[in-house]
């Protein structure tokens, strides 16, 4: 296997050499010729010029490459040629530079740092892509909203959301996802694989993201303080949730019924009340639910798990919201205000209760 990479290695730079070298006997030949206008030399030149095109055009897709080695690599997207293994792995690959980047996943080997953090990297392309952190460079803009991104791939991922393109679909219930990892993601809700383990509880997520977001609960680090009232969050997103209890903005609102929402994810899941659809199964018993959060809510009754802790006291909650409004109690803080009166409460059922006495609303019996 070996010499056969070692001869492809030498091989690529002949064949560029031959068709430079095809390219010059062009040259030379009708340069020799006495009394040839340049015309046709050009002529012939152009010629060749069009033939080499054609010989270096896939003829799968018609993409086109400068050199015949490059076409040869293009070519094994479409046959699904792989010649180069992992002796590790397993891993195969189509290409003996990517097995080379590879192999620095089983060595652990990190050559290239980031002189600004000290955070190393396996690939000069990752470290190039990490600079763009510090120097704040988006260089990729999306046509449709003028967001930006630091890598293209981000950016093509960002634009299904405009063209609602759903590549990636579950073959367990057919649901469709727009990116791969989130296809991955959820096919963890049929597997049951939780791969990442806090070393705190031991409790585990399906993502890494997810994990990193709950450590911030054992640090005690919260970040994101609302500006209005000085509260506290552990999550950006928690943040802007909470911001809508002080402007009551609700921009999502329902096509079937009109209810309005502040978050869209909270339409999303409205609006499976009305399809029907309850894709997440407790395996326990059997029950299903419209979202993957009320199944991990609904599964803590079988487990006992309290995961929120009180900092105040010793008592501990399933839920967070539980958690929130039972944390009240010691800080005695009010933050829902009647819109009509100056009266407060803890709690925003308490207020919504407390705002029919204004609108002559009626409570659902």
Do not use: W
């Not at 062009?26 to 009394?35: A, I, L, T, Y």
């Not at 055009?57 to 690599?73: A, D, E, V, Y």
């Not at 991922?157 to 063209?163: C, G, L």
């Not at 009232?229 to 903005?249: R, Y």
């Amino acid at each position: 296997m070996k010499h056969t990479e070692d001869t492809e290695e030498q091989r690529e730079p002949m064949e560029e050499s031959e068709e430079s070298e095809d390219l010059s006997e062009v040259e030379e030949e009708h340069h020799d010729k006495p009394g040839e206008k340049p015309s046709s030399r050009s002529k012939n030149k152009k010629t060749f010029l069009k033939n080499k095109k054609k010989s270096t055009t896939c003829t799968q897709c018609g993409k086109s490459f400068s050199t015949k080695q490059s076409l040869k690599l293009h070519m094994r997207v479409h046959t699904g040629e792989k010649p180069f293994t992992c002796d590790q792995c397993g891993k195969r690959f189509t290409q003996k530079v990517h097995l080379d980047v590879h192999m620095t996943v089983h060595t652990g080997e990190k050559p290239h740092t980031c002189d600004q953090c000290g955070k190393s990297f396996s690939q000069s392309s990752t470290l190039k892509e990490h600079m763009k952190i510090h120097t704040g460079e988006k260089p990729f803009t999306c046509d449709q909203c003028g967001k930006s991104f630091r890598q293209s791939s981000i950016l093509k991922e960002h634009m299904r959301i405009h063209t609602g393109a759903r590549l990636f679909t579950c073959d367990q219930c057919g649901k469709s996802f727009n990116q791969s990892s989130y296809l991955k993601a959820h096919m963890m809700i049929h597997t049951g694989e939780r791969p990442y383990t806090c070393d705190q509880c031991g409790k585990s997520f399906t993502r890494s993201q997810h994990l990193k977001d709950h450590m911030m609960i054992h640090s005690g680090v919260r970040p994101f303080t609302c500006h209005q009232c000085g509260k506290t969050f552990l999550l950006e997103s928690a943040l802007k949730k909470h911001l809508t209890v002080h402007t009551k903005e609700k921009p999502h609102s329902c096509s079937v019924c009109g209810k309005s929402f502040s978050l869209l994810k909270y339409l999303h899941e409205h609006q499976k009340t009305h399809t029907g659809v309850r894709e997440y199964v407790c395996f326990e018993c059997e029950k299903s639910f419209t979202t993957a959060n009320s199944l991990k809510r609904h599964q803590r009754i079988h487990t006992g798990e309290k995961p929120y802790k009180c900092s105040h006291c010793d008592k501990r909650f399933s839920r967070l919201a539980h958690l929130k409004t039972h944390e009240t109690i010691h800080t005695g803080e009010k933050p829902y205000k009647c819109s009509h009166c100056d009266k407060r409460f803890n709690q925003s059922a308490n207020l919504k209760r407390h705002e029919m006495i204004h609108t002559g609303e009626k409570p659902h019996m």
